[in-house]
């Protein structure tokens, strides 16, 4: 009997309409157009407005990919959801998107890994197809960073935005869809990079809302450091599991937090520039919704068969990537 793969066979993304721009950003704090370009690759990202919230694009995306595949949202199982910034400590956001959607059959829950939160997700969600024990899971990407970034945080608050992606994960039985993954994690690193206020460790007070304690705390360098190195070695390390060469690979999904960490990661695997999907500029780092964005934008590129490697580094640390076997033209 032929194994059971999870394969992606629709897949949607969702930005808010306001434009944050690296102009607007000189007027709020002490930055230039140059440095942020030079020392990211962002050139804008998007913001929400009216209130919306991570279900809210996220019920976008669930809507955007039922209709491309020509399915009600009640025929969906499951939703997973890479977010770490809910609409509410709970319920989650995967919860509310499915009511917001009308997927008013499926069950949804939200996973924590920061930037990789669309690859734990999608690595998640894949146990339920391979298990045989659901048809149709929607794996989704959301961040709203713009409500926890501190905008007087000028190394911090100029890599962020919002956005939403996704996919949907149906069974295959002809070797396409998810292939290999390796996911890593080590809390070292979690002095570098966290949101210290709003959980148990240090729940929300006067005081330490005052000392914008309940805003992204992000130590640059050493997470740049670190995101360098992991995110280009564990790409080559599944290149290297499953014999795959740099022509073999016909694309890298990679997390966009940085231009030079991707040129990292994309030279390591030999990969030249073209095959490495790029939107840093107009939406900066999303955080779980930069690889779904991409492969959303890129769509139309995509051929059944194409080899695509996905890489991501963040907050943790959680780091991986994951070897998929595209599955459709659109
Ligand atoms: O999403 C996953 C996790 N996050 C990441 O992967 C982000 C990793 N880190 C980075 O991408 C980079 O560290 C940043 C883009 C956040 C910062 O870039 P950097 O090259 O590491 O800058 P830095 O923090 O080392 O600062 C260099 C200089 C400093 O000035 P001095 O001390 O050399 O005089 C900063 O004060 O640049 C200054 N600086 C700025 N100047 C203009 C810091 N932020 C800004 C700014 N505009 N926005």
């Known amino acids: 009997m032929k194994k059971v793969t999870a394969a992606i066979t629709s897949l949607h993304g969702y930005v808010p309409e306001k434009v944050l721009s690296n102009a607007d950003l000189e007027k709020m704090v002490d930055t230039n157009d140059e440095w942020i370009t030079t020392r990211t690759g962002i050139k804008e990202r998007r913001i929400v407005s009216d209130g919306q919230a991570a279900s809210d694009l996220g019920a976008e995306v669930v809507k955007g990919i039922c209709q ?8 969906i199982d499951v939703v997973v959801v890479g977010t770490i910034t809910s609409d509410y400590k709970f319920p989650s956001a995967g919860n509310l998107i499915c009511e917001k959607s009308g997927a008013i059959n499926a069950w949804g829950f ?8 669309f690859i734990y997700a999608l690595t998640t969600g894949a ?3 391979e298990s ?9 990407g959301v961040d709203i960073m713009s409500t926890i970034v501190d905008y007087t945080d000028r190394a911090t608050c100029i890599i962020f935005g919002d956005g939403a992606g996704g996919v949907l994960l149906e069974p295959n039985s002809d070797g396409e869809g998810v292939i290999d993954y390796i996911m890593k994690n080590d809390a070292t690193g979690k002095d570098h990079l966290i949101q210290k206020v709003g959980g148990s460790a240090e729940p929300i007070t006067i005081d330490n809302i005052q000392e914008n304690r309940h805003f992204i705390f992000q130590d640059g360098r050493p997470v740049f450091k670190h995101a360098v190195t992991k995110m280009a070695d564990v790409s080559a390390e599944i290149m290297e599991n499953n ?14 937090a940085n231009l030079r960490i991707i040129d990292a990661t994309s030279n390591r695997m030999g990969l030249t520039n073209d095959k490495v999907m790029i939107n840093i500029e107009k939406y900066g780092n999303t ?3 930069t690889i779904p964005l991409c492969l959303w934008e890129w769509e ?4 059944k068969g194409d080899n695509i490697v996905l890489a991501a580094f963040g907050g943790g640390f959680t780091w991986g990537s994951m070897y998929i076997k595209w599955a459709y033209n659109s």
């Open 287 to 289: 955080t779980a919704a």
């Open 132 to 140: 045989g024990r659901h048809q149709k899971v929607i794996v989704i």
């Open 68 to 75: 491309k595949r020509g399915i009600s949202p009640e025929e």
């Open 300 to 303: 139309e590129k995509l051929k």
């Open 243 to 256: 014999d795959l060469s740099s022509e073999d690979v016909a694309w890298l999904v990679p997390h966009q």
């Open 110 to 117: 939200d996973l924590a890994a920061a930037c990789s939160g």
């Open 127 to 129: 146990q339920f197809i």
